[in-house]
């Protein structure tokens, strides 16, 4: 699919500034689109919505297809009328900068829940025929997923494969006891999916209204204590009391000397291939009802994928195995068009899987952060090797910030050395013509600048790297199992002035 010039932002609605507890998708959200507006941007790339699980990650959630309730406005269902201005009124003082996970989920599900006996007390005929038709028309995975949620919280929200032997393996009669013992909580998860996609419908209708299109985030894998997984075990390689056989990661790599053991299940190819693919269309389908376009995260595991023993907790033993390649997006475009994807092709990239993405011209990434290191592929990342047809970041959710990658040392688990951070300073300031610590052109404005006047089609820039924040800014450490996806603007960080800077530039390079 062709790209037109365009740069955007990349921050996942947690990020927000909100004043209960997290981000949401209420009139902060809103006002953001606002700022991109009036910053000159077009796009604005977010992280997986689904619920979160394991460490809050949204890469590990409990459904690749449900939104996340945490991201419902409250202040959207005081409008709904299901909630009071004075049922908002005593919301704790939450942190500015960071979300207190815990503490947000024990402030907003009573509301959530309250929200929801409310709703199914009163009401109203127009609401309840919408609430229907959203419920018949998302049966394929509502069902299984409210089920799944309600009974996940009957039992302390310890994963599905410790749940009592019938009930993990779906026994028809166990399951419909349990429908209708959980009743109340399975319509409660319901309602809130219907309320978060109206919310989100709203948010992205407003977007596009302002002439701004929503990047979404596919991860290729889904989290084995998942509602995907439980409901459909066939199309995983797991053993016969559900646990994975084999999991997914990465090799040693930038990032970490022992690799990425990620826990994820694998798929069973040859069975998805029998079917036709179907699983895959069906996920893809919905994901481009949520977003304009998606970035594929670790794209490079389709053509093939490291696989590690089931009871490993490193990668290193791990081996490559080939995946289904161009086959699947074969299928996929056959059935869903040109396909508006990104291609997450970052790491041990080999010429197999940059053929995929050249045969259905899917953009690939540059990260200018790995553009001047010491890594053999570094040269790929350096603007003057860039194609047009890419997306280029200044870094990503798993980078540290534009500004804490410049002041860092070589970081635990990390290849680097000193000697080769000083290299890499040398070489960055001569290749973008700075010099540290001169205050009028300071480092994150320069790799900003490095990538929006760069030839790639499309910019993305992390909002932490726009507001000049260091390394207590960062998303995600990858391979790191908690204690991440925490950071939040500040109320009143984008402000008029920064917009006015940002919108300068990116005109300047007319995007």
Sequence with gaps: MAFTRASGILLHPTSLPSRHGVGDLGPEAHRFVDWLAAAGQKLWQVLPLNPTGYGDSPFQCFSAY?????????????????????????APLFPADHVDYAAAIAYKLPLLRRAAAHFFSNLPEGEAAAYEEFC????????????????KDAHDLIGWTRWPGPLAARDPEVLATWRARLAPQIHAHQYWQFVFFRQWGALRDYAHQNGIQIIGDVPIYVAHDSADVWAQRDFFLLDEHGFPTVIAGVPPDYFSTTGQCWGNPIYDWPLHHKNGYQWWIARFRAALQVYDLVRIDHFRGFEAYWEVPGNQTTAINGKWVKGPGAELFRALKAALGELPVIAENLGCITPEVEAIR??????????LQFAYGTDPMAHTFRP????????????????????????????????????DIAKEHDYAQAYLHFTDGDPSNPVHWVLIRGVLSSVAETAILPLQDVLGLGGEARMNLPGSPSGWWKWRAKPGAMTAELAATLREMTTLYER
């Design 136 to 151: 018949v028309t998302n049966a394929a995975w509502l069902e299984d997923f409210a089920l799944y949620m309600a009974i």
């Design 358 to 367: 050249n045969e259905f011209h899917l953009p690939g990434m540059a990260i």
């Design 66 to 90: 449900a939104g996340n309730h945490l991201l419902i406005s409250l202040q959207g269902l005081v409008e709904d009328g299901v909630l009071t201005a004075s049922d908002l009124a005593s």
């Design 384 to 419: 003057h090797s860039y194609e047009r047809n890419l997306v280029a970041y200044t870094g990503t959710h798993d980078n540290d910030t534009v500004v804490g990658w410049w002041r860092s040392g070589p970081g635990q688990g990390s290849t680097r050395t000193w000697a």
